[in-house]
C-alpha cells in the first residue's frame, strides 16, 4: 500500500510503476467526493452519495474506510478479490487512517510512504492542480502536518523531490516484495 498526504505524487508515482510493472493492478476506491473535472467514474474513483456509502460500510463490504477532508474514502473487499482472482497483485493508494486500517487486517502487506520535499512544497502542488478551494488545500495542509509524524509506522519512504528517481525507487520496493 501506498501512502503520504494529499498531493505528495502518490498518484503520479503509481501511473509510472504500472508502466513498469505489468503484474500488478490498482484497488480503485470509493469516495464520496465530487468529481474533479477529468475524472471517470471507476478510474480514480467508485463515486457513490453517502447513503450508499454508508449502506456498503454496514454491509462490511470494505477492506477498510476512513473519512478525510470531509468526504469517506474506502476500499471494497471484492476490488481486491478481482484484482487477485486475476493473478495480480495489488497496490492500494490509500491515506493514512486507511493504511493503519489495513495494517492491522493484514499485517503483512507491504507499507510505502511517499513524502513530500516540504510542507511549502506540498502547499505548491495542490494549488497548482487547482482542484481545491483555498479552505480544503487549508485543511490538507493541516492534515498533511499530522501525517508527515507517521512516517515511522510504514516499511519504507520515498522522498518525492523527482518524480522519476521516486517512481523508479517504488518500483525496486514493489519488484522485491513481489519476487
Known sequence: MVSG???????????????????LAVAVSCTTRAKRPGEIDGREYHFMSR???A??????????????AGNRYGTLGSELDRILVGGRSVILEIELQGARNVRALRPDSISIFIAPPSLEELGRRLRERATDADEEIAERLEVARGE???EAEFDHRILNDDASRATNELVEIIRSATA
Open 5 to 23: 498526504p494529499s498531493g505528495a505524487g502518490k498518484g503520479t508515482l503509481i501511473r509510472g510503476v504500472l508502466e513498469q510493472v505489468p503484474a
Open 51 to 53: 447513503a450508499e456509502f
Open 55 to 68: 449502506r456498503l460500510v454496514d454491509q462490511d463490504a470494505f477492506l477498510e474506510h476512513a473519512e478525510f
Open 148 to 150: 508527515m509524524g507517521a
